[in-house]
């Protein structure tokens, strides 16, 4: 019997935030398998004995193993955090199927993605056009990051920002913040979201000239408001030029 995969976003966290056809995947799969900390967030309403966990930097690792149970056969969940094609697991699974020419069925699975989810959180930030930016250098060279910030600043666009600090990368996100500076005022409203719809989930409105001064981890997205956007009620929102 042929192999299947599903590639699965299952959200930012909560199981009411994750699409009726993924849990229909993970309900259907023989086996899911994930990074730790998404398999403990479905653990709560899938059959336990079926998980396979590994840890960060295991990406590879952990395709190789789908791909092989997939030869014996197997139905295969692979399950990202957010979305699956956002700095998720799609593309290198896709990339290993394709290098071992191996002949299995492919169902990808979106899901709601770290900007969409922090955005709703914050309000209506993302009314408009907006970029999102990997401050991550571990597989993209800074130098480009940098360039592809400064063009999202000088074209005015809302930037959603995505691993923006870890307990190594420090000092990415003060140079971001400076590139923004170059084209945009300090008073532009910025949006903080930590563990966005978890348990522990926080969210902070500040200005890009004191975003520094909260915290920021890899558990975090941040938007970054454009020339328009604005505060009201404690809710960031960015017009779209509609005259009410
Ligand atoms: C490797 S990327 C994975 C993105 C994921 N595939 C997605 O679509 O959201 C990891 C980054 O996503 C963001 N992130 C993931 N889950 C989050 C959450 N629940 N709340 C806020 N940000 C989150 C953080 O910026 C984190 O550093």
Known sequence: MKGKIFIVGIGPGAREHISLR?????????????????????????DKKKIISSGMRQELARCREALQLLHDGKQV????????????????????IEREKADVEVEMIPGITSCIAAAAILGAPIMNDFAVVSLSDLLTDWELIKTRLECAAR??????????????????????????????????????VRNAMRDDQSRIITTLEKMLSHPIDMTTTIIIGNSKTLVAHDRMMTPR???L
Do not use: H, W
């Open 22 to 46: 993924a849990l229909e995947a993970l309900e259907e799969a023989d086996i899911i398998i994930g990074y730790k900390t998404y398999t403990r967030l479905v653990a709560g309403f899938v």
């Open 77 to 96: 969940a692979l399950i990202s955090g957010g979305d699956p094609g956002i700095y998720g697991m799609a593309g290198i699974m896709l990339e290993l």
């Open 241 to 243: 030029g509609y005259i």
């Open 155 to 192: 074209g005015d666009f809302v930037v959603c920002i995505y691993n923006p600090r870890s307990k190594t990368r420090t000092t990415q996100i003060e140079q971001a913040r400076e590139i923004l500076l170059g084209y945009r005022d300090k008073a532009t409203p910025v949006g903080i």
